[in-house]
Each structure stands twice: as C-alpha cells, then as structure tokens.
C-alpha cells in the first residue's frame, strides 16, 4: 500500500501506543516534540486548567516523524513515512479526527499523476432508493461514465455522480465538470423537488437556507423525538436566523399546557393522531410566534404499540403559511432509528411543503402526460 | 483469516453489488430466495406499499450460501464459506447492521477453543482521562490481568477491565468473573460517585434510572444544544417515566416567554451566563411541573464568541430539590462536538447533583485526611 492511516491511540494514558507501535515499526526513538508540549498546554489553558503530568506523554513523537498539529485537542497527530509508505496518525475522537483529516492529511495525499476523477453528490428527500432507480433508468447503468448510483441513508437517498478517465488531450477537467452539470441537469429533470441539494449541503441546511431567502421564521414541537428535530435544525451554523426554539411535549399534560392541544382532540383521537399533530403544529406557530412549526409525535417503541397504531407509527405535521398539513409514516426498526427517520421524515416534509407550489405544478403536468 | 464480515451493497440498486461479489468469489450463481422474497413484501406492507419491481434482487443469494433474515429493512444478509473462511455479509444502515450483528452473526462466531477472555466496562463522568490515570496508579500497568485500559468519548470516559487466559484447571469462567469482580470494587473505591454505570449503560440510562428510582421528574431547557439533552434522554426506552418535556429556549424573546428569564438578567449578564443558566433551569421546574431541571446555554460557535466569552463557553444550570447549581464549561472544538459534549457535560453534572450528599461526604473525608 501507499498509504495507512489510523485513528486512536494518542491519549495520555498507558494504554495509548500508537506512538510506541510507530517508533518500533520504524525502528526510531521516541522524543519530545518542543512545539506540541506548547499546544497541549495552550488546550489546557483555554479550559482554564493546567496540564497535569500525564500528558506530557502526547507530546512524543518518533524522532525522524513529524508531528501534526491539533487545535481540537491534547493528542498531536503523527506522520511518519515508513518504507515507501506515508503513515498518518490521527486522534480518535472525531470532533478531533475529522479537521486534522480534512484540514492536515487530505492535502498531503497525492493522486496519482494523470489519472482524474469527478464526483458530485445529489440529495433527495421524500423518494424511496427504489422509486429513483427507476425514474433514473439507464442512467444507472454500471457501463456509463458517468457512474451513477444511489446510497440510502435514514430517510435520505444520495445520488452519487462520477466522472473518471485518465487526464488526455480528449479529457480534462473542464470536460468532466461539464459531464457533471450534464449528469445533474439529467437527474434533477427525473426527479424534480425531490432533489433538496448539491454537494454535502444537508437537509437541514437546505431547509435553514430555504427559510433564509424567504425571511421566515421556524419552530418545533416535538413529543417521540424530544428534541431531535430541533437540534438537527440548529446542527447548522447561522440558523438562529430562521429558528426561533421548540416545545418538547413528551407528556400529554404539557401537549395540553404548551402547545395548546385540546384535551378532546387526546382523548378522542389520542397524542399518536393527524388531529393532535395538526394541534401542535398550529399551537407551535402560535405560542413561539413564527410562519412555520414541524410537529412530530410517534411510538418510538419499545412499548406503547397497538394493533391500529403499530410500534413505528409517526404522524407529522407541517403548519406554514398555506395552513397546516399531516402525514402518516409507517415506519420499521428499533427505537432509535425510528426517531432519527421522524427527523428526516419531518424536514422531508418540510423541504416538500415549502417547495409547495412546485409540487402542485409537477402533479398538474403529471396528470396532462396520462 | 477466518471471518470476513462486510456491510453494505445489499440495496435495490445496479451499485449494490455484494451478492455477485460474493457469487463470483464463490464460483457460485445467483438464485432466488423464496422466503426472503417473502420477508421483504412483508416489510413493505408493514410500510402499507406494494414491493416495487426493482425491489425483487434483493432476494437474490448464492446458491450455496444461507439468506440472514432482516427484519428491519429490505436487505437480507448472506452467510457463504467460501475454502474455510465463513464471510458475513451484512446491509450497511446501522439500524439494520446493529440488530443482525447482535442477534443473528455474533452467536455463530466460535471462539477459539479453551480460550478464555472475559471484559467489564465502567462509563465516568465528572472527570478526565488523565485525573483517571493518576487516581488508578499501577492498576493500569500493562502487565497486569485484569489489565485496565481507558477511553475518552465526547466527555465520558470509559474503564475497560479485560480478562484473558487459557481455560485450564488453574483458571475457569468462575475465577475470571471474581477478578473481574475485585478489579471493579478496587476502580469504582478510588474514582467514587464518577463511576456511573457498570456495562453498557450510558449517562442518559443511568441518569433516568436513578430519577425513577426517587421517584422525581425531569425537564430541560435548552438553548445551545437545543434538543440534543432531551433527544438523549429519551434515547432511552421508558424514559416517559421521568421525562416530562421541555423548552427549546433559542433566542432570548423565548427565554423570557417560556422559560421566565427577566429582560434584566439578559441586558445586564447576556444570554451565556451563570445568572441566565440558573433562571433557565429554575423556571424550567416552574413551568414543566417537576423536581429536576436541566439547562444549557452557551456559545456552539462557529461565530458569537468574544474575548470574555469564547466560543466553546457553555453554562450548565441544574435546578433539584436542593435548590439550583450552575457550572461554566470551557471546550474547545468544532459547533458540533462543543454542542455533543455540553450534552455529556449537562447530564454528568445532573448525576453528580443527584448525588450531591454522596460528593459532600467524600470531599469531607479528603479534606481530613490533608
């Protein structure tokens, strides 16, 4: 191989030893790094506290490796070259992994000369992986450069579009890119509003920056998902822009006392219901003041099923300025995965709504077609 | 080797290709599997939809190679032995891969004969990686068995306790599990009410365990995590028993409207502040009806830092019965992780308080012995 890299082992304690395993792999000595012992203190003293001893030990490094530098956190990384192999050392907690990865060791790995791949990745909501596959058709097919395939992720489905060839006086990468824009022109034809973004723009992001545009405003109520909503919508940076807070209702008193659910609509349809998640979603626009409210309520399981309201039964209800709408999912899985599907059933529902009048139009040209 | 498990390119789609990967490694064909065809239908009516056409692949295995039955999705798994390797092939969406792996491959892999391994995990909170280290001493030599290992993880950190020996007269099951025993009593003596849980039990469980124990109630309210505390929560199934609801309190109008916070405290401390983080957490018992309230309000970053309070700055406010504790926090990381480990930080002060009496007690007895 050309090149390894690894995650973990960096930490203070006597069952870290990546940097061990790398200095006798190299057959090297561990030494003191002067600049990382400096970082690990400045760590320390933005948390306000000293470094203890222990953690001196973070600041070795192979004598003949250098160390990378790691603001996120007390363990530097390692880069070692081992035989003709780079060796990358990264730290394992990924709040730690993922900048040093993307901001110190991407940049150093070297494609192999000529050779040129593009990619593009395309998100869509509110379509199933086996309804795209059939609107995309041959495009799909495993000959065609561009590849196209499809990857489906709680709730989401990514079409992944890729460009791949050796760099020529036929090909370059002009000529990919625009293979590119023609692929995703060809695609979002197929599949309309479903497709909420381009790149690795998220959902949330994608309805945070919807919302944006319009200069409206965005609320939660909750009850099996308790927040998940929210934070998923708050996950993007800026968005105190367009959210403005949530209710969690987790318990029918407070579905009564926050949101203003009436205590008919519980008894008589009970908190799982079109009715109650209506009830949220319009108490929601109103007690925290603002055009739109995604309510959620749902029998995340274990318990709590029936056999009219299986474990995986989620109402959702989206109130906007067009009036409020629900929608029933019926869902599989254990507790978990069921509430974070709610989440993205949720945010699916609201890129659809607010993407409202589209919708209305594609149904309308639809219906001219048959 | 003798197990190869994979995960994913199970799908409907012409890039989910394992099942030919597998064919063709084999030497093997492809054929239907009727009762998985079956199983997969049954997903999709329990989704109240027909199968599309597309879907019908998925029933595809080799010839000599057994379908793992999935209930949790469309991808059956495939179990082959191709020469004397037993290959698992497993879908990729956790939802489904966790369940298959726990209930299905784990208990078809055989431990290699007369080995004895046995592990015991210890989660902490309240405390570092490194105080962990210099409180065990020489219990973490890496000659000892029981040899101890730690991991840090957003905040928590974990004690890996690990057994390993050959079963002979001298040593059986039995005897592992007291040392296993005696190393747990010798951990949990020097790191106190830190030690949260023993086994897989995470904060949020043992949090809510100990409130149903008492008997007393929890809300959040949440500002910079804005759901994450509550999605944790009740993350954990039969939550409902303690968990009442709570307030996603995102900009400072609804801080003052649902949570009570006074203008004054807003204009004279700001939003990011021990004064703000109590009245959070005091209304929070107030409005939401319960004996426990947990807040959070800080600064998740990437902008809205200052020199007096950088992002990375989160107040935790914990209102109990014995009145309301604020902490401040100093992380340092991306948005995400700082909101991650506030979360962590949020529910390990919650335990610690909880445990209020227990702490006194202990910093009494340290203060004797100095």
Request: with cysteine; aromatic share 4%; hydrophobic share 40%.
């Amino acid at each position: 191989v050309d090149v390894i890299i690894s995650t973990g082992g960096l930490g203070p304690t006597a069952d870290d030893l990546t940097r061990q395993a790398i200095a006798a792999a190299s057959g090297d000595v561990l030494v003191e790094d002067v600049i990382s012992l400096e970082e690990i203190k400045a760590v320390f003293a933005s948390r306000r506290r000293e470094m203890p001893e222990v953690n001196r030990v973070q600041a070795l490094r192979p004598s003949r490796a250098l160390a990378i530098s790691n603001p996120h956190g007390t363990a530097p990384g390692i880069h070692a070259v081992i035989g003709d192999v780079d060796v990358f050392c990264a730290p394992g907690p990924p709040g730690e992994l993922f900048p040093m990865f993307r901001e110190k060791i991407s940049p150093m790995l070297r494609p192999e000369p000529g050779r040129l791949v593009r990619t593009r990745i395309i998100g869509c909501c509110g379509i199933g992986e086996s309804e795209i596959a059939t609107r995309l058709g041959g495009l799909m097919d495993r000959e065609r450069n561009p590849l196209v395939g499809t990857t489906a992720s709680g709730g989401v489905v990514t079409c992944r579009v890729r460009v791949e060839g050796v760099m020529t006086g036929q090909m370059n990468g002009l000529d990919a890119d625009g293979m590119l824009d023609e692929a995703e022109r060809e695609i979002r034809g197929k599949l309309g509003v479903h497709a909420f973004a381009t790149g690795h723009n998220s959902l949330p992001r994608a309805c945070v920056e919807e919302l944006k545009k319009r200069g409206q405003k965005l609320s939660v109520v909750e009850s099996c998902t308790s927040g998940m909503v929210g934070a998923a919508v708050t996950e993007v940076a800026g968005s105190s822009a367009v959210f403005v807070g949530g209710l969690l209702t987790y318990s029918n008193e407070l579905k009564e006392k926050l949101a203003g659910v009436k205590r008919e609509t519980l008894e008589k349809h009970g908190a799982v219901s079109a009715e109650t998640a209506r009830e949220m979603a319009v108490g929601g626009c109103q007690t925290l003041g603002c055009e739109w409210c995604v309510s959620v309520t749902g029998i995340a399981g274990p318990d709590g099923g029936s056999a009219a309201k299986p474990v995986g039964t989620v109402w959702i209800g989206i109130a906007g300025p067009h009036g409020v709408v629900t929608r029933r999912f019926a869902m599989s899985g254990e507790r978990q995965p069921v509430r974070q599907w709610s989440v993205t059933a949720a945010l699916g529902a609201l890129w659809m709504d607010l993407h409202q009048s589209e919708v209305k139009m594609l149904r309308e040209q639809e219906r001219q077609k048959f």
